[in-house]
């Protein structure tokens, strides 16, 4: 099945991931039938009013039946269960892909319970917000993100490829991988986060303080890395106990390294607490140079710029009036092996790179490819 032949798609679940997808793929493919159900009324109400989907209803057999793809968005414990009940309504050929955020057990699920001729492709968009529910969701949400697929070895090439085209078209960036291996990535990256986040929350949350400082106090950083404790708890506790025995790992390695801190603590080992931060520091810092060696995705593009309010948006228009598509954008500070405080511009490809180069060089601005 390719792109010329998918007709239909159909979305289980109208929360911010579902109402996402339907907004992207109305947004790159207008002409494609989108179907929806969700068990809330008002979100189908809302994605209707909005042209985003073509009939929705509570009741998902009818559309299940009419898909050539069909997307599971539902909480991650819940996927199984809907994946049973829907490979009995599919159409022969069909799709059924699902976005939950651990793999291995819904793969399992999917190989014991599909006939052979309906395919299945785990599906996991690293792409959110702390906010929830079709309300919050935005068509560009998973724009240069990735979107890891996990196939059944008897899933098609074919079936991959079309479905790996689609997310392309909507601007997301398919990697394929086998599903152990995302939830032990996953659940180091996402999962562990959450949790630790939680903890540091609630660990303050617990200080003595009866007039209520460390809630006027706590801004900036405190705030940055607590920012995901925000998101849907609910969600975060099917996503702990779906992904157990990987978070169980990690935790007790977190908990490992924080022994090791307090050993160092406690007997005053300035060296090895430097060495601690050290360590911690340089692979963060490698993080963003990583992305781009394994990736090998996009162009850099380094462009000094003057501490002034509005630079980011006249850079953003000029390339914007020679249609230029910037991909990524951010903006570093100094740093031992790179220009110092300047913006990092992400273009799709070399001839986007030396075009912008060449439109930012004739405006004055100093340049860097890389």
């Not at 992305?291 to 995705?297: C, E, I, N, V």
Request: glycine residues 6%; aromatic residues 6%.
């Amino acid at each position: 099945m390719g792109q010329s032949s998918i007709k239909t798609v159909a979305v289980v679940g109208l929360g911010l991931i579902g109402g996402s997808l339907a907004k992207a793929i109305r947004r790159s493919h207008p002409s494609w039938r989108i179907t929806a159900t969700d068990i809330e009324e008002k979100h189908i109400t809302m994605a209707l009013e909005e042209g985003v989907i073509d009939e929705g209803t509570t009741n998902f057999e009818d559309i299940v039946r009419q898909a050539n793809i069909i997307f599971l968005c539902a909480p991650v414990g819940a996927i199984p269960t809907l994946l049973k009940q829907v490979a009995a309504c599919a159409s022969d050929g069909a799709i059924i892909t699902d976005t939950g955020s651990t793999k291995e057990y819904i793969v399992r699920t999917a190989m014991e319970c599909l006939p052979p001729n309906i395919f299945f492709i785990g599906g996991h968009p690293m792409a959110g917000t702390e906010h929830s529910g079709y309300a919050a969701s935005i068509p560009h949400l998973f724009e240069n993100a990735y979107y890891i697929l996990t196939p059944l070895p008897s899933t098609p090439d074919q079936a991959v490829k079309s479905l790996k085209d689609l997310l392309s078209s909507i601007g997301a960036i398919p990697l394929v991988m086998e599903p152990q291996l995302h939830d032990k990535i996953v659940g180091a990256i996402s999962h562990l986060p959450h949790v630790v986040a939680s903890a540091l929350v609630n660990a303050v949350q617990d200080i003595d303080e009866p007039q209520h400082l460390k809630e006027r106090l706590a801004a900036g950083g405190f705030r940055d890395i607590t920012r995901i404790a925000s998101s849907n708890p609910k969600m975060w506790r099917d996503i702990s106990i779906s992904n157990r025995q990987q978070l169980l790992e990690l935790i007790d390695s977190i908990i490992q390294h924080l022994d090791k801190f307090c050993r160092y603590l406690n007997e005053g080992n300035a060296d090895k607490i430097e060495e601690f931060f050290s360590r911690a520091k340089r692979f963060r810092d490698s993080i963003p140079r990583l992305q781009s060696q394994a990736s090998s995705l996009y162009h850099d593009l380094y462009v000094d710029v003057p501490d002034r309010p509005g630079v980011i948006g006249e850079i953003a228009s000029l390339l914007g009036q020679h249609s230029i598509n910037i991909k990524n954008l951010r903006i570093i500070n100094s740093r031992e092996d790179e220009p110092g405080g300047c913006l990092v511009l992400s273009l799709q490809n070399a001839a986007s790179l030396r075009k912008a180069k060449e439109v930012l060089d004739a405006q004055g601005y100093k340049t860097y490819a890389k």
